[in-house]
């Protein structure tokens, strides 16, 4: 989109630094195509089950997709999204990264991670805690041996966001992480300004949804 690269321009950051994943959860196949012909490489969904019904047919009409996961794992989808991920957002918590590095192990793929960082300590969402994260993704690296390259935050919808994108940079930095997972539609330009690697955008590119995390 020719709105991240002036963005990231602003910021004094090189535009293909920054990577557009375009947010397919509940979008149809057909539409998905439509955006694929336009030249968009990159897709995220929400929920393993929906991308399990969408994307082997899609990935096998066009090699070179990357699928990434930006919504929530579950142990019993981990072999599932091992094998149709390029990347995975939202590890976690403990029982999810020893599954993925045990699956990960049996099937022989390497998916690129992130931990999914709750910034704004919200009861209701997932990820690791801010104060919390330094340890998981110790954890994660030393004990399970899972290949960590960045995190991603989802900042609260009723909160200016530029405050959770600086937290996350700033802990990313100090765990020597590159990649950053976060701004959507309405954020996005703020996230980049902060260091963002991945935007994740939904409405701007399918039109609008019930939903906000996109």
């Known amino acids: ?32 195509e439509e955006a694929i012909a336009c030249g968009q490489r990159r897709f995220g969904e929400n929920r393993v089950q929906e991308a399990k019904a969408k994307w082997p047919a899609l990935k096998e009409r066009h090699p070179g997709l990357e699928l990434h996961l930006i919504g929530p794992l579950q142990s019993n989808k981990v072999r599932d ?38 910034t704004g300590d919200e009861p209701q969402k997932a990820g690791v805690l801010p104060s919390e994260t330094d340890a998981f993704v110790g954890l994660c690296r030393d004990k399970v041996g899972l290949p960590i390259e960045g995190l991603m935050c989802i900042p609260p919808f ?46 701007a590119i399918f039109g609008a949804r019930t939903t906000n995390d996109d």
């Open 81 to 118: 999204a091992v094998e149709l991920f390029d990347v995975i957002h939202s590890v976690d918590r403990p029982k999810i990264a020893a599954a993925l590095a045990e699956e990960m192990k049996r099937a022989g793929k390497s998916p690129r991670l992130l931990v999914q960082v709750n």
């Open 1 to 32: 989109m020719r709105d991240i690269a002036e963005a990231a321009r602003s910021a004094g950051r090189d535009a293909e630094a920054v990577k557009l994943i375009a947010v397919s959860k509940t979008v149809p196949a057909d539409a998905i």
């Open 158 to 203: 009723d909160e200016e966001p530029s405050m959770h994108f600086a937290l996350l940079a700033k802990i990313a930095a100090r765990l020597g992480l590159t990649e950053l997972s976060m701004g959507m539609s309405g954020d996005f330009e703020k996230a980049i300004a902060f260091g963002a690697t991945y935007v994740r955008i939904g409405t």
